[in-house]
């Protein structure tokens, strides 16, 4: 499956932005879906991720009431809602499809977009 992120740009601290992840090749909803990110000079991180069907979600602490994750099986689109961002949530954003065992782990997702960049300015 071929993962297409897209929907980052620049926004002002307290704004929000989402985020999509198209997939193509495949049918998503055969997979889970997570995002991730990586802030220059640090290890990409875990963000949020969703399951197959969309009935459960999990979140980094530091996400949890801001970002919201989700997804339209139909529309082979995986989304992530940003809200209250910070000057610190800024990033490349990666989307992951997998099966993974340990949803957190990076090294657990099979397939992976290109990045989209979020900028917060302060």
């Known amino acids: 499956v071929q993962l297409q992120a897209s929907g980052g740009g620049l926004v002002q601290a307290g704004g929000s932005l989402r985020l999509s992840c198209v997939a193509s090749?495949?049918?998503?909803?055969?997979?889970?879906v997570a995002w991730f990110r990586q802030a220059p000079g640090k290890e990409r991180e875990f963000v949020a991720t969703?399951?197959?069907?969309?009935?459960?979600?999990y979140y980094a602490d530091s996400m949890k009431g801001r970002f919201t994750i989700s997804r339209d099986n139909a529309k082979n689109t995986a989304y992530l809602q940003m809200n209250s961002l910070k000057p610190e949530d800024t990033a490349v954003y990666y989307c992951?499809?997998?099966?993974?065992?340990?949803?957190?782990?990076?090294?657990?997702?099979?397939?992976w977009g290109q990045g989209t960049q979020v900028t917060v300015s302060s």
């Open positions: 992951a499809a997998g099966n993974p065992y340990r949803m957190r782990l990076d090294s657990e997702y099979n397939y």
């Open positions: 090749g495949r049918t998503l909803s055969s997979y889970g």
């Open positions: 969703i399951t197959r069907s969309g009935g459960s979600t």
